[in-house]
């Protein structure tokens, strides 16, 4: 194994007040100098350069009134400028908050609003929207407006020339001539502001410091085993930790980035060729669009470079299969917004269904109700606790009471159901909120989920609780088919029945043409339960059995 090792890493003998994006910025300035460390589409910057453009975004950030503090908005799809304003923020003392590009209404002036930013960055792709949503900052002080007239990198994204007509009078962003001195800040200054899906309610700001940056950057470099010779190649959006940390991991290790166009399945192991990659990173969701669409053969000697791939969440019934015939390793995890990674599964264990063992920086335990510690092999909801300061973010931006419920009993709780075995190895099973309890009984709707997809007819399934006339909840499987296929109950109960227990089988089977997402790509199950029992839903004439007849509509 290469790399570091866990709690190896030399940044750690770095004095605290060092553990800044700034100075992870110019420590590879220092040691790197001309080399190529960052590649974003076709443009390739030195770590000395990304500290030239890191000051004069900064001094650029200045002339257009945001100072040590105060938010920079980014509404934009991933291009340099984003990485600049990061970096440049940093650099300047201010706050980075990059939202989702796809958002608009009122879950954008949501997001505006909790921000109260200086200033606002827009492009053509994202004009419109931004400006619609723009009265929620009218009154006071104004931010200032700001234009970015660049292609971003999926140029074929780029809306009609009149979108940028809705952001008139608008300054063109630009880097200043000259930069300025580095703001002193420390690990506990805020570098950015990140705000999560909202799955069960409005987004929340999550509160992310300089320190938290540094840690996520050591920590996932030796959870990855990462050195100087590898290339991180990531092509998810920079308005999530997991890319915007991507360039950051591999300055601490010596190695470099790549930041390629948004995900595509077609495309996607061309484009690892093409960068050198020799780690990527793909959700749950992607390594099933991966597999689901794969050709009928592969030549592995392509994937000869890909060390490992991180890839949580990916279906064990699929992941030692989907590793031979691409001929790449997957490792797993779990991480949030708000805690960087705590669980990791070891880079020399070739593990399935497995999310990890915690890493030392990190206490890791089971809570039970009433918040008691679960000793031993145990399932209940995964809590931790930082062992280092500014390992963890602050806390959601301008929502104490969500701040103070996330941190019961001096915990963090996740919200998620994970079991621990007798080895000490966690595996997830749920969301809490998306776990189902049927007849006394609690129930994974990710099992679920991954029993049904296990039929050819189905391209994905999400599995929601639904009221039962006993009380308690009732199964509903809300299933998305794949193209061509038909909708036969009986064959897929009978292929889940394979996998499932009885008390898991569902009594409600809904089809739709496409789910409901969430602000972040993800599967809005909110939405899914408001729907609840459509006309249209077919139903279990007899719900105590494993298969049987229903009723449809």
């Known amino acids: ?5 866990i709690s190896r890493h030399p940044w750690r003998a770095w004095p605290a007040e060092k553990r800044t994006v700034r100075h992870i910025l110019t420590e590879s ?8 460390v960052l590649t974003i589409g076709e443009t390739r910057s030195t770590a000395r350069e990304l500290t030239d453009r890191a000051a004069r975004t900064a001094a650029a950030l200045r002339a257009l009134g945001a100072g040590p503090g105060d938010r920079v908005v980014v509404v934009s799809p991933n291009r340099r ?16 908050v990059p939202l989702n590009p796809e958002l608009r209404g009122d879950p954008l002036r949501h997001q505006l609003r909790l921000a109260a930013p200086a200033v606002v960055i827009a492009d053509a792709t994202t004009a ?13 002080d104004a931010p200032a407006r700001v234009y970015i007239d660049t292609p971003p990198l ?4 780029n809306a009609p020339e009149t979108d940028a007509d809705a952001w008139a009078g608008a300054a063109v962003f630009a880097l200043a001539a000259e930069g300025i001195e580095p703001e002193a800040v420390g690990p506990a200054h805020t570098a950015a502001v990140l705000f999560t899906s909202g799955t069960t309610g409005p987004a929340k700001g999550v509160v992310m410091p300089h320190g938290q940056f540094w840690w996520w950057s050591v920590i996932a ?20 930790t997991n890319a915007l940390t991507t360039p950051l991991q591999a300055f601490a290790a010596g190695g470099r980035a790549v930041i390629g166009p948004r995900f595509s399945v077609s495309a996607f192991w061309e484009r690892l060729e093409r960068a050198e990659a020799t780690v990527t990173f793909i959700l749950g969701a992607m390594s099933t669009m991966l597999w689901n669409r794969r050709p009928e053969t592969f030549e592995t000697a392509r994937t000869a470079r890909i060390r490992r791939i991180l890839g949580p969440g990916i279906d064990p019934a699929v992941k030692p299969a989907f590793e031979d015939f691409f001929g790449v390793r997957i490792v797993e995890g779990f991480g949030m917004t708000e805690t960087g990674v705590p669980l990791y599964t070891p880079v020399d264990e070739r593990t399935v269904g497995v999310t990890g063992i915690p890493h030392p920086d990190y206490e890791v335990v089971l809570l039970g109700p009433d918040d008691e510690v679960l000793p031993g092999p145990a399932t209940g909801e995964l809590a931790l606790r930082p062992r280092r300061p500014h390992l963890l973010a602050e806390g959601y931006l301008g929502n104490a009471e969500a701040t103070l419920e996330a941190r019961g009993n001096l915990w963090f709780h996740t919200g998620d159901l994970v079991e621990r075995d007798a080895r000490g190895y966690y595996r997830w099973r749920d ?49 998305q088919l794949a193209e061509g296929a ?16 009885a008390y898991a089988m569902p009594s409600y089977l809904r089809i739709v043409d496409a789910f409901p997402l969430t602000a972040n790509g993800k599967v809005s199950k909110q939405l899914l339960r408001r729907d609840g029992v459509t006309a249209d839903t077919w139903t279990r004439a007899d719900k105590g059995t494993r298969a049987g007849t229903g009723t449809r509509g």
């Open 1 to 5: 194994m290469s790399g570091y090792g």
């Open 29 to 36: 300035a220092r040691m790197r100098g001309d080399d190529i």
């Open 81 to 96: 400028e984003l990485v600049d304003l990061f970096y440049g923020s940093a650099w300047n003392g201010s706050v980075f």
């Open 128 to 140: 419109s929207q931004v400006a619609a949503a723009f009265d929620v900052l009218d009154g006071g």
């Open 154 to 157: 999926d140029a074929g994204r």
């Open 221 to 240: 470099s030796e959870e990855l085993a990462l050195d100087a010779d590898d290339v991180l190649y990531t092509s998810l959006p920079l308005f999530h």
């Open 431 to 479: 969301r809490l909120k998306d776990s189902i309890r049927r007849r006394g009984e609690n129930i994974s709707s990710y099992e679920v989920e991954a029993a049904f997809r296990t039929h050819a007819a189905v391209a994905d399934a999400a599995a929601i609780a639904v009221p039962s006339p006993l009380g308690e909840d009732e199964v509903m499987v809300c299933l």
């Open 486 to 501: 038909s909708f036969d109950a009986d064959a897929l109960l009978v292929a889940a029945s394979e996998h499932l227990p």
